[in-house]
């Protein structure tokens, strides 16, 4: 049964920074999509970054490059997001999503990805 557990949430100044981590288990850490998505309650969940485990490709949104960075440690079956220069309307709950990849194309696209954890919060106060 895979399992993500997302951590690192918490409440941060604007312009600050944040690490989140996400900790994968019941499932083997190869050909594997690992994406980062935020959602607010009453709006569209948005996918922010993801990596393809197998070379650490990664994609961004556009809204998050220069700022974010989406990274993996494979002995922990863990991948990461550090988020710099948060800004309060990037409050939100952030979940951490896994699925398989054939061709290493990996895009932070809801609709792709099977497995999800239960999302950890991050609070960007002005």
């Known amino acids: 049964q895979v399992q993500l557990v997302e951590s690192g949430g918490g409440s941060v100044q604007a312009g600050g920074s944040r690490t989140l981590s996400c900790a994968a288990s019941?499932?083997?850490?190869?050909?594997?999509?690992m994406g980062w998505f935020r959602q607010v309650p009453g709006r569209v969940r948005e996918g922010v970054a993801a990596?393809?485990?197998?070379?650490?490709?990664?994609h961004y949104a556009d809204s998050v490059k220069g700022r974010f960075t989406i990274s993996q440690d494979k002995a922990k079956n863990t991948v990461y997001l550090e988020m710099n220069d948060l800004k309060p309307e990037e409050s939100a709950m952030y979940y951490c999503?896994?699925?398989?990849?054939?061709?290493?194309?990996?895009?932070?696209?809801?609709?792709?990805?099977?497995?999800w954890g239960q999302g950890t919060q991050v609070t960007v106060s002005s």
């Open positions: 019941g499932v083997s850490y190869s050909q594997l999509c």
């Open positions: 990596i393809f485990t197998n070379w650490g490709s990664a």
């Open positions: 999503a896994a699925a398989w990849s054939y061709d290493g194309d990996c895009r932070p696209l809801g609709h792709q990805y099977s497995y």
